[in-house]
């Protein structure tokens, strides 16, 4: 370029004087590759301290100056299960993450297919040259400049597979991608409903703790009132203000549990902790009464939807396309190229004047290449595309018996909690009962205050047994559709019969 420029300022003179020119750029370009080591970034002084240097700040100042990514909720709106998935899926930042990839993957499909098409360069080559050419007896000092802008053309014609079997690996890829991007989905899914469910169960807990310790109250309050009427002991008041303050302390540590469950779902759907989220209470959710397959059929879907199954199958078929690939080294490939374009040039000879001439060039060739001896690279790289393609298929196998087995446990574990709900709003009906007659029994003076007591505490462990136990139902029905990858179908999953 500062070729051209020279020609193009009428100062040919300076052509000459072009090496020289060169040499000094390289001198200061020497110069500085010496200095610039001195202010790159340096290992740790000592092993004994850690390191604080100044790239550390500028990292710290560059992910200050990234906001966090923040979005509004309605603070009074009661979100159900499927408006806060909807929410995951849209602000998570792992489903955005997913998709980036699966975005590279499908331009690496591009990339692969670009090989299919020539491709067209414009080029300009601009040089000097000072030699000593043999002119009869004598050496005379001969300068060139050229300048020349030219269209190059290269195409490969034919390669026996290799372009094709790249186009393959990529769409295979991309086919992986694309299944691992569901499988973000079908994990966020979960992970929401699992926040969700641990929600309700928070919030059931720390009601029936709040319940609980009322009732607690209330028998500390009968026993004191007694106690001044000398109906009863110290040690009955006593026991009663136990059982209160241990209703008190069950009731702190459900409030405690029930703030981290809200700060772990603000989290999954992308939020601050502290936000405010008004949810379903788990009275207004349906629970199902029976299991609506049978474990065969439950298997059979989680063969035919689970998304990291999918994905081995297509890396079986990037291993086969790998190895379509690799065999393509085998054979020769035919390539065209060519380029035309125009060509200015400056000669002188000694101290004569110099001139000046230009005119077109062009080159055309097709080149065959047949690759005989490689060190058995090609036979290596087959080798290789064959055990990842058994590897892969080892997978599939492997993976198959561990779903298989992850879907019997979530099959057994659902109908595990089905019986258990049931047992506890057994035992939740019986206890309140027994809890009601041992108040009136206490209040005619038939039975004592350690009864009493006695039946509030079974009372409370049945309020959150049955708490626990319908939200542990919808959260197994949640994981066998998880397992099964019903969570990521357009249908919804079976949850009764």
């Not at 052509?15 to 590759?33: M, R, T």
């Amino acid at each position: 370029m500062l070729l051209s420029i020279v020609q193009s300022s009428g100062l040919p003179w300076l052509l000459p004087k072009w090496p020289s020119l060169v040499c000094s750029l390289g001198g200061v370009a020497l110069i500085a590759s010496f200095c610039l080591p001195l202010a790159a970034q340096q290992a740790p002084g000592v092993s004994s301290k850690t390191w604080h240097g100044k790239e550390e700040q500028g990292l710290n100042q560059e992910l200050s100056s990234r906001a966090e990514a923040k979005y509004a909720i309605d603070p009074n709106h009661i979100y159900t299960l499927a408006e806060l998935i909807d929410l995951a899926q849209e602000h998570n930042p792992e489903t955005r993450v997913a998709w980036q990839e699966a975005e590279a993957r499908a331009a690496s499909v591009g990339i692969a297919k670009s090989a299919l098409y020539p491709t067209i360069a414009a080029t300009v080559l601009g040089t000097t040259i000072r030699q000593a050419a043999l002119i009869g007896e004598f050496f005379h000092r001969q300068t060139l400049g050229l300048y020349r802008p030219a269209l190059r053309v290269d195409y490969l014609i034919f390669d026996f597979g290799g372009r094709s079997g790249a186009i393959d690996e990529a769409k295979a890829n991309l086919l992986v991608s694309n299944l691992a991007f569901n499988d973000v989905h079908r994990k966020l899914i979960f992970q929401t409903s699992s926040a969700y469910y641990r929600i309700l169960n928070a919030i059931g807990q720390r009601e029936a703790a709040e319940v609980s310790f009322k009732n607690a109250q209330t028998i500390e309050e009968d026993a004191d009132s007694r106690l001044r009427n000398g109906l009863a002991t110290r040690p009955d008041l006593l026991e009663a203000t136990a059982a209160r303050t241990q209703a008190e302390y069950d009731l702190q540590a459900a409030i405690g549990g029930e703030e981290i469950a809200h700060g772990d779902l603000a989290t999954v759907l992308g939020l601050p902790p502290a936000t405010v989220i008004q949810i379903q209470k788990v009275g207004d959710l349906p629970t199902p009464t029976a299991m609506a397959d049978s474990i065969d059929q439950e298997i059979d879907r989680a063969f035919s939807q689970r998304p990291e199954l999918m994905q081995e199958v297509a890396r079986v078929r990037a291993a086969s396309a790998n190895m379509k690939q690799a065999r393509s080294a085998y054979f020769p490939t035919l390539t065209f190229s060519g380029d035309g374009g125009l060509a200015r040039a400056y000669g002188q000879q000694d101290l004569l004047p110099g001139s000046y001439a230009e005119g077109e060039v062009w080159s055309v060739g097709v080149n065959l290449k047949w690759t005989l001896f490689d060190g058995t690279r090609r036979e290596h790289q087959i080798a290789e595309a064959q055990a990842e393609k058994k590897a892969a298929q080892a997978r599939i196998n492997a993976l198959r018996d561990e779903i298989a087995s992850e879907t019997w446990t979530a099959y057994s574990n659902m109908k595990t909690a089905l019986r258990q709900q049931q047992s506890a709003a057994a035992l939740l009906a019986a206890s309140s009962e027994s809890y009601d007659a041992a108040r009136e029994s206490y209040g005619y003076g038939v039975r004592n205050l350690l009864d009493v007591v006695s039946a509030q505490k079974v009372l409370a462990q049945a309020r959150s047994e049955d708490v626990f136990a319908r939200t542990q139902l919808l959260l197994q029905v949640a994981n066998l559709a998880f397992r099964t990858g019903d969570l990521i179908q357009t249908q919804p999953p079976k949850v009764g019969p």
